[in-house]
T-cell receptor, first 115, second 110 residues
Framework: KAGVTQTPRYLIKTRGQQVTLSCSPI?????VSWYQQTPGQGLQFLFE???????NKGNFPGRFSGRQFSNSRSEMNVSTLELGDSALYLC??????????????FGSGTRLTVV | AQSVSQHNHHVILSEAASLELGCNYS??????LFWYVQYPGQHLQLLLK??????LVKGIKGFEAEFIKSKFSFNLRKPSVQWSDTAEYFC????????FGAGTRLTVKP
């Protein structure tokens, strides 16, 4: 079965712009979580969605937002981009939030560079 | 919310050396603990997990981890590393949502 698909793979934006990243989970997975990965910071939790509802949110400013559609695909949006937003954005999926305990499946990520 | 600390940022070992990577978490309740690995250019993959029971858990590729509740620790070990173990290793804790540590980069010299 297809894995977690994240698009685009690479993105270059300028400061002040906004960006939308997409994540299609494995078929049947309804829980999607987003992480920001930067060197030295590891993976920082952004938010988790399940059945189109945001379950949890990490400590990121309101410029970071997300949503989930009825087909479980999820998008995250970052508005008013800052240089510090440059990172690899990872999406992970599982059947339900509790089944994340059996292991997430991660996508390859979207590499965002803000110039 | 729970938090995770990984003590070593970069570890360099020679092949056949023993490995221990530290992980401590802060959360007072029941947690599920994980180690994930990210090989160069690849996705994050689950290495092993602990839910309950025997505090010594064995994962893939000869890795194991020990949960010590009194120390809030879940250290990763391997008796003899190989060059192919070169990767970044992340400890994670799930207490409602999955939180990861900053990662430890392991370089194994042939």
């Amino acid at each position: 079965k297809a894995g977690v698909t994240q698009t685009p793979r690479y993105l270059i934006k300028t400061r002040g712009q906004q960006v939308t990243l997409s994540c299609s989970p494995i078929s049947g997975h309804r829980s999607v979580s987003w992480y920001q990965q930067t060197p030295g910071q590891g993976l920082q939790f952004l938010f988790e969605y399940f059945s189109e509802t945001q379950r949890n949110k990490g400590n990121f400013p309101g410029r970071f937002s997300g949503r989930q559609f009825s087909n479980s695909r999820s998008e995250m949006n970052v508005s008013t981009l800052e240089l510090g937003d440059s990172a690899l954005y990872l999406c992970a999926s599982s059947y339900r939030p509790d089944t994340a305990n059996y292991g997430y499946t991660f996508g390859s990520g979207t590499r965002l560079t803000v110039v | 919310a729970q938090s995770v600390s990984q003590h070593n940022h970069h570890v360099i070992l020679s092949e056949a050396a023993s490995l221990e990577l530290g992980c401590n978490y802060s959360y007072g309740g029941t947690v599920n603990l994980f180690w994930y690995v990210q090989y160069p250019g690849q996705h994050l993959q689950l290495l092993l997990k602990y839910f309950s029971g025997d505090p010594l858990v064995k994962g893939i590729k000869g890795f194991e981890a020990e949960f010590i509740k009194s120390k809030f620790s879940f250290n990763l070990r391997k008796p003899s590393v190989q060059w192919s173990d070169t990767a970044e290793y992340f400890c994670a804790v799930n207490a409602g949502d999955m939180r990861f540590g900053a990662g430890t980069r392991l370089t194994v010299k042939p």
